[in-house]
C-alpha cells in the first residue's frame, strides 16, 4: 500500500492511501469470512462464500454488500505505516470506488493519540498477594478426577425412590405408533425423580420394584416438523432390570497407571498437579499486583481527554460487548436490564471507559517517562494475554491484518506495568491470622 501524509490543524494527520488490486481482493475475501460467519453460513466443499450466499440467502453480489466493511479492514494498514499509534480508530473516506481487481483510494484523518504527563514517577507501593498451594487444593483436584471417572454398579434390590439409580430398559411410542429410538433402550442408568425425564414419566417409575414391567402413558416436550414447540403424549413400557449405586474409585497407583499414563504413580501425579496450582498461583499473583500498579499511577493521571476519545472507547466495548452476548445467546436488551436498567449501566459503562483510558495512558506516560523499550518477549507476552493460544500466530495475524499498531501499543503497556512492579516499594507481607 502507497500512502501520503500532511499534518493538519491539532496536530492530526491525512493520509491518502492507494491499496493495489491484490491488497482489495484479500480485504474483499476477509469481508466475505466474517459475512459468512456473522449470517451463520457454513462453507461447502468446492465453493466460495460468495456462492454459497447466493445459494443459500439470494445474495448475488456478496463484493458489494461487503465493500465497507472491505474498506474497514484496508484501514490499518494506512494507518501501521505512519508509525502513528492512533487515539482511536478514523473513518474511512472512499476516493475511488472499491471493485475487484481494480486499485482503491482512500483517505483517513488520524489522530494520534496524545501523550499525558503524571503527577508523580515515584515508585508505587504494594502489598504482596499471599502466593502457595494448599494440599487441600491438589486433594480437591485429585477427588474431582476420580469422580468423572465413577461407574454405576449393581445395589440391593428395593423399590425406586426419588434420587435413587436404576437400570432400565424401555420402548417408546408417540399416539401415532411411531418408535423414539432415541429413548429406546436395552439398558441405561436413570437417575429417578431428578427432572431428567418428564414428571409423568417418574411418578410412573418411582416404587417400581427389582424385575417390575410396567407399561403407562406421558405427556413430553417434543417438536413438530416445523421446529415449533409442542407436547406429545408418550407411551412406555418399561423394565426396572436393576438398582444401582454410583460407585468412585479409589485412586491408587494401579488407577493411576492406567487412566493417567503420563504420571508414573500417585505421587508424580500430585506433584504434577501441585506444579500447576502453582504456576496458576503465580499467574494470579503477578496479574493482580499489575493490575494495582496500573490503579494507582491512574491516580496520578492529569490532564483531560477529548470527547471524540471516549466515544469511539464506548463504540469499541459495546461493539466487543455485543459480539460476546450473541456468542452467549443474550440480547443487548436483556444484558442491561440484568445490570440495573439503562441508565445504570450508562453510568457504569462510562466509569469503564474512563478507567480503560486512564490506566493506559498512565502506562504510556511511564514508558515514556522511563526510556524503555520493547522486546521480542514482550511482544509475545502481548499476544498471550490477548487471549491467544499461539502468541507467535496471534503476531502474524495482527501485523498481516495491519494492526502492528495494536501489538506495540499493547507491548508498551505492558513493559511499563513490568517496570512498575519491578521497581515498587513492597509493604510487609501480613502475618498469618493477622489482622488488617
Not at 432415541?182 to 427432572?195: D, S
Request: proline content about 4%.
Amino acid at each position: 500500500m502507497k500512502i501520503t501524509q500532511r499534518k493538519l490543524d491539532g496536530g492530526k494527520v491525512l493520509v491518502d492511501a492507494l491499496a493495489s488490486t491484490a491488497e482489495v481482493a484479500q480485504a474483499l475475501q476477509s469481508a466475505h469470512l466474517a459475512f459468512a460467519q456473522q449470517m451463520g453460513l457454513r462453507p461447502e466443499k468446492g465453493k466460495t462464500v460468495a456462492q454459497v450466499a447466493e445459494e443459500k440467502l439470494g445474495v448475488r453480489d456478496l463484493d458489494s454488500v461487503v465493500s465497507s466493511q472491505a474498506a474497514e479492514a484496508l484501514m490499518p494498514f494506512a494507518v501501521d505505516k505512519t508509525g502513528i499509534i492512533p487515539a482511536f480508530p478514523p473513518a474511512v473516506v472512499p476516493k475511488s470506488k472499491l471493485k475487484r481487481g481494480q486499485t482503491f483510494q482512500f483517505e483517513v484523518t488520524v489522530t494520534p493519540k496524545p501523550d499525558y504527563e503524571l503527577t508523580s514517577y515515584e515508585p508505587v507501593t504494594l502489598t504482596p498477594v499471599a502466593g502457595g498451594v494448599d494440599e487441600t487444593e491438589v486433594d480437591a483436584q485429585i477427588q474431582q478426577m476420580a469422580e468423572s471417572y465413577a461407574e454405576y454398579v449393581a445395589a440391593d434390590p428395593h423399590p425406586v425412590g426419588k434420587g435413587d439409580s436404576c437400570k432400565l430398559s424401555m420402548e417408546v411410542f408417540r399416539d401415532s405408533g411411531e418408535r423414539l429410538n432415541a429413548l429406546c433402550t436395552t439398558g441405561r442408568t436413570y437417575v429417578a425423580g431428578m427432572g431428567y425425564m418428564p414428571e409423568g414419566f417418574d411418578a410412573a417409575v418411582l416404587g417400581m420394584d427389582v424385575g417390575e414391567t410396567k407399561t403407562f402413558e406421558f405427556d413430553a416436550p417434543d417438536i413438530d416438523q416445523d421446529g415449533n414447540e409442542i407436547t406429545s403424549h408418550l407411551k412406555a413400557t418399561v423394565t426396572v432390570i436393576e438398582m444401582q449405586k454410583r460407585e468412585v474409585p479409589e485412586v491408587d497407583d494401579e488407577w493411576v497407571g492406567k487412566f493417567m499414563p503420563f504420571y508414573k504413580d500417585v505421587a508424580s501425579m500430585r506433584a504434577g498437579i501441585r506444579a500447576s496450582l502453582s504456576q496458576q498461583r503465580d499467574k494470579e499473583r503477578t496479574d493482580a499486583l499489575r493490575q494495582a500498579a496500573a490503579a494507582e499511577m491512574a491516580t496520578r493521571f492529569q490532564g483531560s481527554i477529548a470527547d471524540e476519545v471516549y466515544e469511539a472507547m464506548t463504540r469499541s466495548l459495546l461493539t466487543n460487548l455485543k459480539r460476546d452476548l450473541q456468542a452467549q445467546g443474550m440480547t443487548y436488551e436483556q444484558f442491561v436490564e440484568q445490570q440495573g436498567g439503562e441508565q445504570q449501566f450508562n453510568m457504569m459503562t462510562m466509569l469503564q471507559t474512563r478507567q480503560m483510558l486512564v490506566q493506559g495512558y498512565a502506562l504510556d506516560a511511564v514508558f515514556r517517562h522511563e526510556g524503555l523499550a520493547i522486546t521480542d518477549d514482550d511482544l509475545r507476552e502481548a499476544c498471550a494475554a490477548m487471549g491467544g493460544q499461539n502468541p507467535d500466530l496471534t503476531r502474524r495475524q495482527l501485523e498481516e491484518s495491519g494492526r502492528g499498531f495494536v501489538l506495540r501499543e499493547a507491548a508498551e503497556r505492558l513493559r511499563a506495568n513490568k517496570w512498575l512492579v519491578e521497581h515498587a516499594v513492597m509493604r510487609e507481607e501480613p502475618q498469618e491470622g493477622a489482622t488488617a
